[in-house]
Each structure stands twice: as structure tokens, then as C-alpha cells.
């Protein structure tokens, strides 16, 4: 099992542009999310995803979206690129029973200019 | 309001000390706490949960709830226990909540 995988690993945007991360993961597990990794803040939660097509907000959720077509998928999409969004992003997973835990794929580091 | 509070953020100990790495949470209910580790290269990883009780990799946390603590413990540190540590709250809902982690280094 690959378990979360995610792409790219690096990606460097201009302001205004949009683009999609991906993330995939092979363990059927039906609770997937996202977070932002930044420095002095832990991970906070973007959006998450309790199973396909069922999606909702997290801590930080404005100027990104996502859609969840199947279990295996869960992009995220930065609508309007900002430097703020300057961030390692983290996609995970978990089984419903034992959402406690959940699997992290290896991170994107993102840099907006 | 719902809140994890790591106060560390570099903590440096020498090999063989003890090492204790502080968690301090803010929640209603009853609490279901949890240590993640993320070594260099590596992914993060869940480490252990307060309800299990376990001991891995020869750390402990005791959940403290009249001190809303659950502070992570070893004995002697490792040069290899050096990594980022967060402490983090399942609050329900599928959600969970991470502290702002503290990396541990540990010198020979």
C-alpha cells in the first residue's frame, strides 16, 4: 500500500494564479481533511471530508476549496493563489472506526510570490 | 473556547536526561488527547493516545484533567527521539485540533 500520497511535492505560484493539490490514498478509509502547516502554528484544519461527495469547513477554510468524488480522492483547490497561502499543506486520513488516527501524506510545500 | 497549548517550541536536552514535553488543552468535554511525531524526512506520525495507556518507545503521558495536561514523558532521551512533537485534541465531529508543536533536540 502506497498509503496518502500526495502531489507535487513543491510548487511555487504567483499571486492570483489557481492551482490543485492532490491527494490520494489506497486504505478505503472514509474520513479524509487538510491542513496548513505553519511555522509557530501547528496544523490547523482547512476542510475535511466524512466520506464521498460529503464535505465541510475547518479552522481556515476561506480561499480554498474541495471536492470528494470518491473515496480514494480528495484535491484541494486554491482558487486565487495569496501569499498568505504561503504553507506546507498535509492531506490525511482515517478509518471511521478509529478516527483517532489518522495517516498523513508527505506534505506540499507551496510558496506564493 | 476549544485550544491546545504547546509553550515550548525548542526544548534541548542532553542524551541520557530525562525530557518532558508539556501539553496543555482547552475543551468542555471529556477529552480524547493524542501525541503526533514527525522525525526529519519523515511523515507525521500518530506517537500514542491518552486512552490506551501505552508506552512507546519509552514515552508515557498521563492525562491530567484538574490540570488540563497531558504532558509527554521519557525517562532518558534518545539521540533519535529528536523530532517534532504536537499534542492534539480529537474534539468530535472528525476534527482535531494540533498544539503549535515543540521540536525536541536531543544532544549527544
Known amino acids: 500500500n502506497a498509503g496518502v500520497t500526495q502531489t507535487p511535492k513543491f510548487q511555487v505560484l504567483k499571486t492570483g494564479q489557481s492551482m490543485t493539490l492532490q491527494c490520494a490514498q489506497d486504505?478505503?478509509?472514509?474520513?479524509m481533511s487538510w491542513y496548513r502547516q505553519d511555522p509557530g502554528m501547528g496544523l490547523r484544519l482547512i476542510h475535511y471530508?466524512?466520506?464521498?461527495?460529503?464535505?465541510d469547513q475547518g479552522e481556515v477554510p476561506n480561499g480554498y476549496n474541495v471536492s470528494r468524488s470518491t473515496t480514494e480522492d480528495f484535491p484541494l483547490r486554491l482558487l486565487s493563489a495569496a501569499p498568505s497561502q504561503t504553507s506546507v499543506y498535509f492531506c490525511?486520513?482515517?478509518?471511521?472506526?478509529?478516527?483517532?488516527?489518522?495517516?498523513f501524506g508527505p506534505g506540499t510545500r507551496l510558496t506564493v510570490t | 473556547a476549544q485550544r491546545v497549548t504547546q509553550p515550548e517550541k525548542l526544548l534541548s536536552v542532553f542524551k541520557g536526561a530525562p525530557v518532558e514535553l508539556k501539553c496543555n488543552y482547552s475543551y468542555s468535554g471529556s477529552p480524547e488527547l493524542f501525541w503526533y511525531v514527525q522525525y526529519s524526512r519523515q511523515r507525521l506520525q500518530l506517537l500514542l493516545r491518552?486512552?490506551s495507556r501505552e508506552s512507546i518507545k519509552g514515552f508515557t503521558a498521563d492525562l491530567n484533567k484538574g490540570e488540563t495536561s497531558f504532558h509527554l514523558k521519557k525517562p532518558f532521551a534518545q539521540e533519535e527521539d529528536s523530532a517534532m512533537y504536537y499534542c492534539a485534541l480529537y474534539t468530535g465531529g472528525f476534527k482535531t485540533i494540533f498544539g503549535a508543536g515543540t521540536r525536541l533536540f536531543v544532544k549527544a
Open positions: 491518552h486512552i
Open positions: 486504505m478505503n478509509h472514509e474520513y
Open positions: 471530508s466524512v466520506g464521498a461527495g460529503i464535505t
Open positions: 490525511a486520513s482515517s478509518y471511521s472506526g478509529d478516527p483517532y488516527e489518522q495517516y
